[in-house]
């Protein structure tokens, strides 16, 4: 999206009080550029749907956004094949939830999400596996894989058992196979 495309988005950076936003990219041909966009400063909780932002800038997201707990990445949020995170990225980051991406490879470390306590993937057809450097969080509570290749389902059981082996004996890991209802499924992953 070209500068002049980009400046549909208003500027949202006055909104000084604002700690939910969700933003759905209606012209999903299109991405969004973060360096353009100004998001509110107390962000808590982030929704982005179709926006395409290259994953690249998704780390740099983080650090715009200081506060945020709470991040959803849904129906195309960000492409590319893959997602390095960087140190101090997401430093209050309770909640990720990853939906419908066609990233391939995520490489990150349990020091890029420090707080991280619930980990939600669906839908992710080209994930490979789950970090395995998440497996190190005493933060981590939970980890929801649905709808997703195999692989990560069993990476999902790795990061439990070496949760177990540091003495996180509380981390609970549901699959497709695991859940309950398709109830619970819905209301999980949404």
Not at 157 to 184: C, D, F, M
Request: hydrophobic fraction near 40%.
């Amino acid at each position: 999206m070209s500068d002049s495309e980009n400046s549909m988005f208003p500027n949202l950076e006055f909104l000084r009080h604002l700690e939910t936003l969700t933003l759905h990219n209606k012209y999903v041909y299109y991405s969004i550029n973060l360096e353009v966009f100004k998001f509110p400063p107390n962000i808590k909780r982030l929704t982005l749907k179709s926006t395409r932002i290259e994953w690249e800038e998704m780390s740099v997201l983080g650090m715009l956004l200081p506060n945020l707990e709470l991040l959803k990445l849904e129906n195309h949020a960000a492409w590319g094949e893959q997602w390095e995170t960087t140190d101090g990225g997401f430093p209050r980051l309770k909640f990720l939830k990853l939906m419908e991406l066609d990233v391939e490879q995520w490489i990150t470390c349990s020091s890029h999400f420090p707080r991280l306590q619930h980990l939600l993937l669906g839908w992710c057809k080209n994930l490979e596996e789950i970090p395995s450097g998440l497996g190190d969080m005493l933060t981590l509570q939970m980890i929801v894989v649905a709808f997703c290749p195999s692989s990560l389902e069993e990476s999902a059981r790795k990061i439990k058992e070496e949760q177990e082996s540091i003495g996180n004996n509380w981390v609970k890991v549901l699959t497709r196979n695991t859940l309950q209802s398709v109830s619970e499924e819905i209301c999980i992953l949404s």
